[in-house]
């Protein structure tokens, strides 16, 4: 009698009854962070292809890399590279065991969004 | 009798249907892109919207073409480990999740492919 009412049954709490929390809108960012350098990655591929290509065809990419929408991409997934690399290593000394009490977790939490800032302007200085 | 041993007849039927290895070479290629990654964003930064033959000359050095070629594989390898989980948490279609997981894997294998034979044109 497994099958009956399979559907239609309760859901376990979803995420709309939870306060937010630090560790799930880290856990959240860095999943949006992840996907959402996708279409960076491809389009630098796409530069490189053509850089290898010759000069006409690296004119038309490098241009549309460094158009306001390119340029918007690009500053975007160098933001979310960062929050992504921080929050990554977060998530390594999480793996050896440490940081994870509840409190250390939220101020690791803070200071991740903060380094991935602060990141994101430091390359873009020196670069 | 059969000539499997218990430790074969049971490898895969768990929930899971595999072992660590897909963790295992998430935090692995994590950890390799901790320098590639800054190794690999400075200069692509610095070369953005340059001369044609600057930004060949710049990729024509072994030190570039190497990190370049390094973070292709690594970052498309930890790309698709992680789109998979993905897939898997929110795509619960069996034919649309299959499809989907196939696709994330032909599409981060294609992109290593173009990305790895445009910096070894570009270097050789």
Redesign the interface.
Known sequence: MSDVNRGDRPLSPHLSVYRPQMSMITSITH?IT??G??LA??W??W???A??TG?ES??AI?GS??SWFGILV?VGS?WA?SYH?CN??R??FW?MGYCLEKETAQKTGIAVFVASVVLTII?LL?? | MSYLTDKKRVLGLGSAKEGVGHFTLQ?IT??A??PL?VLF??P???N???E?EN??HS?GHPFNAVV?ILF?VT??TH?RL??QV?IEDYVHGKAMRTALLLGNTLFCWL?IA??V???L??AL
């Open positions: 999943r992840g996907v350098m996708t990655l491809v630098i591929v530069w490189f292809l850089l290898s000069p690296f004119g490098d890399l460094t690009l160098l590279l690399f990554g290593i998530h390594l793996d390359i020196i670069a | 935090r994590a950890i892109l901790l990654a964003v400075i692509f930064a610095r953005l919207g340059g044609y930004v060949l990729y370049a292709f970052a498309f790309l992680g789109l993905v992109f173009l990305g034979f445009a910096v044109k570009i």
